[in-house]
């Protein structure tokens, strides 16, 4: 079982749709999770950060954490043709200050 | 008032070559670490970096040699360079457990 799972993607939606993200991770000891977001050729740049169950809202975008289901997602409400990118789910372990990224979910946000 | 830099942007080489990508933060972080990002766009932790101790070694070539002589600056140096080696490599620093992690803009490393 891979670390960290999302989504391969593609994911398309119509722009103002809701688009919905979805990553599990498998250390249940694990205790930060981040999206990142990733436009091809730049580096990545974060986006939400969130350490506690339930919903983190900033702007547009809310993290859902639950981690008794170790589950961690991202909705991007009002999508925008700019929403166009990669976005990678991390997890912070408990040990060393590793952060492991999933594969990242490709999203397409059609005009 | 760039937060983490890196040096050369694109780095084309040929095989057996030695290379080195440097890194510096202005951000006041403990931590620094190099990932390499492959052409499936997957990003892999190398190394971490507290107050220049090595704390993340991963399952790395031992070609891959980082250093850092100080908090604010971490340096990769890569011997005997492979084909396989071509990716982009990416610094990245945080403040510490639970802080999330400050990108530079990546060193695109082909080698021919």
Same mark, same amino acid.
């Given at each position: 079982q891979k670390e960290v799972e999302q989504n391969s993607g593609p994911l398309s939606v119509p722009e103002g749709a809701i688009a919905s993200l979805n990553c599990t991770y498998s &250390?249940? $000891? /694990? *205790?930060s999770f981040f999206w990142y977001r990733q436009y091809s050729g730049k580096s990545p740049e974060l986006i939400m950060f969130i350490y506690s169950n339930g919903d983190k809202e900033d702007g547009r975008f809310t993290a859902q954490l639950n981690k008794a289901s170790q589950y961690v997602s991202l909705l991007i409400r009002d /999508? *925008?043709? /700019? &929403?166009s990118a990669t976005y990678l789910c991390a997890v912070k372990k408990t040990s060393y200050d590793k952060v492991i990224f999933g594969p990242g979910t490709s999203l397409s946000v059609i005009p | 008032d760039t937060a983490v830099s890196q040096t050369p942007k694109y780095l084309v080489t040929q095989m057996g070559n030695d290379k080195s990508i440097k890194c510096e933060q202005n951000l006041g972080h403990d931590t620094m670490y190099w990932y390499k990002q492959d052409s499936k766009k997957f990003l892999k932790i190398m190394f971490s970096y507290n107050n220049k101790e090595l704390i993340i070694n991963e399952t790395v070539p031992n070609r891959f040699s980082p250093k850092s002589p100080d908090k604010a600056h971490l340096n990769l140096h890569i011997n /005997? +360079?492979? +084909? $396989? &080696?071509?990716a982009v490599y990416f610094c990245a620093s945080s403040q510490g457990t639970g802080s999330p992690l400050h990108f530079g803009n990546g060193t695109r490393l082909t080698v021919t």
């Open positions: &250390d249940r $000891g /694990s *205790q /999508s *925008q043709p /700019s &929403d | /005997s +360079l492979e +084909l $396989g &080696d071509s």
